[in-house]
């Protein structure tokens, strides 16, 4: 028996045949060319090949995944057309004389390791997207075939690492698990197995050392450990915890429609933490009651320039129209620290976390700030948004926020545009809005503490640095009591207190905060009904 870890990205436990996907490596040989303009339009012919193809992909996608999962395959496309990669590839058979095979593998391994470095994990992610992209090409370039998934049973399926275009064409009746020796978090893979509901690993080093093609696997994803032909005892254990899981899937699934009520009558808000507007079909399928964190700084990442009033305002009357009155909590653009955008031109900083980022970059460039406060205004008026504002340290920043809003409301007002009445919050992130709370929470509706950063902040430790990983503590008093004291003084003042950051989710501690009095939990739409267990199953009176 071989065991190995992995990073999990989705839990449960799978039993299977292990299948082995090894891609074709495709050979790039640089060859001088005499005639580039020749070259060039052979490869402008293959990128409209490819985005053909690729219209076919997301066409499949839209059916067997949902609109979700699809939405990679129009990134792909706009990735193929973006005038970076092309110029770069264009250039390259310019001013070397060479192939345009050469040139996109070249564009390729320059572009995907720009992305590699990048700090925030969501952009590290999109380094496999390139090289996906550009192997798409370089097949198209040469002639070659696209390589495929073929089992005849149910599999756990491992390989070095997937690529959306791969994962999308498999049969999905025969994937037991996904487990890949390289990905992130945020990779097509991790995607399309939290949405299938199937346990996952990513960065299970040293799994494909041995001939393990056929042989049988058990992958758990709570624990993040793949066993390679396990022995009797092994299995038949992991048998009774299969058996266990899945009937405890079952009894949560009866759990959808239910109010998320204790006991003894104790109501909480359960709501979920969202990256774009695709994922509220998640938010649905998981019978969330509001979007607690719609993270809209993703709206920025995705692009190469600044987006619109108008395109956002789509997006945000989306969000409104399809939460059909739910609340909808949108937080403003967080960029900075680990979320880097270059059209920002932001300056180079010693220490990111603690520099121009969020409200920062918002209350000294208004103009940015303005044209999202215009589009949120604007979208307010098609169902329940909530306006959240992320990184505050300091009272004079919510006066200066309430005077940018007058300033937008009144613009709008005199051009007859539409507006709701949208309830403004903020988030508990700094130790100063913390240790303040009680005079910030007469100037807004309601509080969100984050987390993550208010425990990086308390305990003075990079959570972005895995070498701190023991020091980074979630559970920490001082954390703990930080979030007591906000929903206290939340609730002194008539407002409420919930928590968006990844504490929300701790089960272990969701019962400390229904004790505290948290009145809302917003977490990843995958854990609304394990937490709306909990809660049901809590006497808040017997604490």
């Not at 909808?328 to 980022?357: H, M, S, W």
């Not at 008093?477 to 002194?492: F, Q, S, Y």
Request: hydrophobic letters at 40%; charged letters at 30%.
């Amino acid at each position: 028996m071989y065991e190995y870890k992995g990073k999990s990205v989705f839990g449960g436990i799978a039993i299977g045949r292990i299948k082995v996907y090894s891609k074709e490596q495709q050979q790039v040989k640089r060859m001088h060319i005499d005639d580039c303009e020749s070259e060039k339009q052979r490869y402008i012919n293959a990128v409209d090949k490819a985005v053909e193809q690729l219209g076919m992909l997301y066409d499949k996608a839209l059916k067997e995944v949902g609109e979700a999962n699809a939405a990679i395959f129009e990134m792909h496309q706009i990735m193929l057309e973006d005038d970076d990669y092309k110029e770069s590839v264009l250039n390259i058979i310019d001013n070397q004389n060479v192939n345009a095979e050469y040139a996109v593998a070249q564009t390729s391994d320059n572009f995907s390791s720009m992305f590699a470095a990048m700090d925030d994990e969501y952009m590290r992610g999109r380094a496999l997207d390139v090289r996906d992209i550009s192997e798409r090409l370089i097949t198209i370039l040469s002639g070659g075939k696209s390589s495929t998934i073929e089992s005849d049973e149910p599999s756990i399926i491992i390989a070095e690492d997937l690529a959306p275009s791969e994962t999308v064409q498999m049969d999905k009746e025969k994937i037991l698990s996904f487990v890949s020796v390289k990905g992130s978090v945020n990779s097509h893979t991790a995607i399309l197995a939290r949405t299938m509901g199937i346990p996952a690993l990513i960065g299970t080093k040293g799994v494909l050392d041995e001939d393990i093609d056929g042989l049988t696997g058990i992958v758990d994803g709570f624990n993040g450990v793949v066993y390679i032909n396990p022995d009797s005892e092994t299995l038949d254990r992991y048998k009774k915890e299969q058996a266990k899981y899945i009937e405890q899937k079952e009894l949560l699934n009866r759990l959808k429609g239910k109010e998320d009520v204790t006991l003894d009558g104790t109501k909480i808000k359960l709501y979920a933490n969202i990256g774009n507007v695709k994922d509220i079909a998640l938010v649905l399928a998981n019978d969330a009651a509001g979007i607690g964190l719609f993270r809209s700084e993703f709206i920025y990442l995705e692009r190469t320039d600044f987006p619109t009033e108008e395109e956002q305002f789509n997006i945000y009357k989306t969000v409104a129209e399809n939460m059909a009155g739910k609340p909808a909590i949108i937080r403003t653009l967080d960029i900075g620290a680990d979320k880097q955008c270059d059209y920002f031109n932001l300056d180079k900083e010693d220490n990111p976390a603690l520099g121009v980022r969020a409200i920062r970059i918002c209350l000294t460039r208004t103009d940015i700030f303005k044209t999202q406060l215009r589009a949120l205004y604007r979208a307010s008026a098609y169902g329940n948004i909530h306006i959240m504002y992320p990184m505050i340290a300091n009272m004079w920043e919510i006066d200066r926020i309430k005077e940018i809003e007058n300033e937008v409301k009144a613009e709008l007002a005199a051009q007859e545009i539409k507006i709701g009445s949208p309830k403004t919050g903020i988030m508990i992130e700094t130790p100063a809005a913390a240790m303040i709370s009680d005079e910030l929470a007469k100037k807004v509706d309601f509080f969100s503490i984050g987390t993550n950063d208010l425990t990086q902040y308390t305990l003075a430790v990079d959570r972005q640095n895995p070498k701190l990983d023991t020091f980074f503590d979630a559970h920490h008093p001082a954390v703990l009591k930080m979030i007591k004291m906000v929903v206290d003084n939340a609730h002194r003042a008539g407002i409420w207190a919930g928590i968006c950051g990844e504490l929300g989710a701790d089960t272990s501690l969701t019962q400390k905060f229904l004790e505290m009095g948290v009145d809302e939990l917003s977490v990843s739409p995958g854990r609304i009904l394990p937490i709306r267990k909990i809660i049901r199953d809590t006497d808040v009176s017997e604490l």
